[in-house]
């Protein structure tokens, strides 16, 4: 089957002209462009990140962090369930050198799935990590999804070849 131009996703590099866009995603999606992570606080907006758009809409976006390892640090769709996730990760895993893992809370349930049908395997379960750690970012709400407390970071890692 054929698609337009308009219909199908590209994945590229975030541009300045993308960082207003990114930081008002992050903000609407997360509370705040600040990720609290493995004891530690992010600025999400000022990290490496792809864009994915349809034509010239941006319709997802993934932020990470390339160090020894690479985490993958923010992930959004705006239009789920239509493999723009997907397409991120790939094309992050394409760049990362060494590692390239993530973390997720407790309570995120549909990452958690997607994750898993995505290549990433559960790593390691940080039992109380946010709740030790939320005087970092005392904003995180106590309860998430479907009514489960915010408690422990989860820890996947990307398997797939």
């Known amino acids: 089957m054929l698609t337009?131009?308009?219909?199908?996703?590209?994945?590229?590099?975030?541009?300045?002209?993308?960082?207003p866009w990114i930081r008002a995603l992050l903000i609407e999606r997360w509370?705040?462009?600040?990720?609290?992570?493995?004891?530690?606080?992010?600025?999400a907006s000022a990290l490496?990140?792809?864009?994915?758009?349809?034509?010239?809409?941006?319709?997802?976006?993934?932020?990470?962090?390339?160090d020894r390892d690479c985490q993958l640090v923010t992930l959004d769709s705006l239009e789920p369930r239509?493999?723009?996730?997907?397409?991120?990760?790939e094309a992050v895993a394409a760049q990362a050198r060494g590692r390239l893992w993530l973390i997720t809370t407790?309570?995120?349930l549909e990452a958690l799935a997607f994750y898993l049908r995505s290549?990433?395997?559960?790593?390691?379960?940080?039992?109380?990590?946010?709740?030790?750690?939320?005087?970092?970012?005392?904003?995180?709400?106590?309860?998430?999804?479907?009514?489960?407390?915010?408690?422990d970071e989860w820890e996947f890692e990307y398997t797939a070849v």
């Open 31 to 43: 509370g705040s462009v600040t990720i609290l992570t493995r004891e530690r606080l992010i600025d």
């Open 82 to 89: 239509q493999g723009i996730g997907r397409k991120l990760v």
């Open 119 to 151: 290549g990433f395997r559960l790593v390691a379960v940080h039992r109380e990590a946010v709740t030790a750690n939320r005087h970092l970012k005392p904003e995180i709400p106590l309860v998430g999804a479907h009514g489960i407390a915010i408690e």
């Open 4 to 19: 337009s131009c308009s219909q199908s996703v590209h994945i590229c590099p975030a541009t300045p002209a993308d960082r």
């Open 106 to 108: 407790n309570d995120n």
């Open 48 to 66: 490496a990140a792809l864009v994915a758009r349809r034509g010239r809409q941006p319709v997802g976006l993934a932020t990470f962090e390339q």
